[in-house]
């Protein structure tokens, strides 16, 4: 069985938010890469040169600030160019329609029953508890 679905407007803040999670992880990774590369860099180029011995301790700082320096201007940048691009999506499916996507569903699936799932109990009924202490009933009024 066919089931057609259009795709007529994307949420933007929902779409900030994946993206700025996604290119933050390729901004950390790229970050550690040249991190690494420069902390590498800086601890021979300290070995082989005597006039710049100090410039290894120097890569390898720059390269911990790279880190997550890199993730978040990967986020920021990614996700806003992301969003904008949502955007003009929105804009350009209002104007002559979203996306349409075509879903083939197995006939057993789509005729199967939904499973409903029964709460079980495993406290009592919290209306029927009655308070601790002395019963007014057995107490005796004088």
């Known amino acids: 069985m066919l089931t057609g679905f259009e795709i007529k407007r994307i949420e ?3 779409l900030f938010k994946l993206a700025f999670f996604i290119y933050a992880a390729i901004g950390l990774v790229v970050g550690m890469i040249y991190g690494f590369l ?7 180029g300290s070995f082989l040169d005597d ?6 301790f120097l890569g390898g700082v ?12 990967y ?15 929105n804009v ?12 083939d569903v197995d006939d057993a699936q789509a005729q199967a029953p939904a499973e409903t799932s029964q709460p ?23």
Request: hydrophobic fraction near 50%; aromatic fraction near 8%; proline fraction near 8%.
């Open 12 to 14: 933007l803040w929902t």
């Open 38 to 44: 420069l902390l590498v860099g800086g601890v021979f």
């Open 51 to 56: 006039e710049m011995a100090g410039l290894g």
């Open 62 to 73: 720059i390269g911990l600030f790279l880190i997550p320096f890199l993730a978040v201007l």
């Open 75 to 89: 986020g920021a940048i990614g996700s806003v160019f992301i969003t904008v691009l949502g955007w003009v999506y």
């Open 92 to 103: 350009s499916a209002g104007l002559i329609g979203g996306i349409r996507l075509t879903v």
């Open 120 to 142: 079980t109990e495993t406290a009592e009924d919290p209306a029927r508890m009655v308070p601790p202490g002395p019963n007014p009933a057995d107490t005796e009024s004088e």
